[in-house]
């Protein structure tokens, strides 16, 4: 009489909310079993193990519901890691939009929520020290992808900040002080080394052109220095020497 038992078709989920069914029963040590939201099959999985759920989909999204580990020869502990999950936390985590509301409609490419394809994009480009930028090739960008992404000095990557949610309700570059003097609209350019070069104007819209002139000029100046020391690629640095500011930056 034979013991064989048949489980095939048998379901279960897994520690990570993935459920799988068994597709294939050889015996209680040899089991193959698909997942049935990716459709990836792992193969000589142990049926005590599928029933206490110790079997990983690494293409399911346990990374903010959005991001998956994949299979490949990247691992965690690289750098690589580390930006990839502050990407997915910028695009997918509703606590930092609390904190950062302009990264709340941004989101990551269908390729990079998978980590080996973002770990292999990464280190074909990195460059030491230098940060993920998505904005400066394509202003006003809201997606993460190989096309609008490239690595930067901070210094650059800081140039193009524009504290939309903290300048309060005048044009970018422009604040007013109320009290009582005839040139209340103060134009405040931030300069390198914590320098600021701050000029009065009796109108917004005067100061804020004067701001739009003079930060249009520094991101110019400051591009073809790195530029001129090979400190950042040919895109970048034309995208720079283009860069504008509109009043409703």
Not at 123 to 128: D, F, L, Q, S
């Amino acid at each position: 009489m034979s013991n064989f038992i048949n489980r095939i078709g048998e379901k279960f989920i897994n520690n990570d909310g993935a459920e799988f069914e068994i597709i294939e029963y050889r015996n209680a040590e040899d089991i193959d079993i698909q997942f049935l939201k990716s459709g990836k099959i792992y193969k000589n999985k142990s049926y005590g193990n599928c029933v206490r759920g110790r079997v990983k989909d690494f293409y399911y999204p346990t990374y903010y519901g959005k991001g998956y580990f994949g299979i490949g020869n990247h691992i965690a502990r690289e750098e690589a890691y580390s930006v990839w999950s502050m990407m997915l936390q910028r695009c997918y985590d509703d606590a930092y939009h609390i904190k950062y509301l302009t990264y709340y409609d941004c989101f990551v490419c269908d390729e990079w929520l998978c980590y080996q394809t973002f770990a292999d994009w990464f280190n074909e480009n990195y460059i030491e020290g230098y940060q993920l930028d998505k904005d400066i090739l394509q202003k006003d960008n809201k997606i993460y992808s190989p096309q609008t992404c490239c690595f930067v000095p901070q210094e650059i990557n800081k140039l193009l900040l524009n504290h939309k949610g903290q300048r309060g309700e005048y044009k970018i570059g422009v604040s007013k002080i109320n009290d009582g003097r005839k040139r209340p609209y103060c134009s405040t350019l931030q300069l390198q080394n914590g320098k600021k070069e701050v000029i009065y104007f009796e109108t917004e819209d005067e100061a804020f052109q004067s701001y739009k002139q003079r930060k249009e000029s520094f991101v110019r100046k400051i591009s073809q220095e790195y530029f001129d020391k090979q400190l950042i690629k040919e895109n970048v640095y034309q995208a720079l020497q283009n860069f504008t500011i509109n009043e409703n930056d």
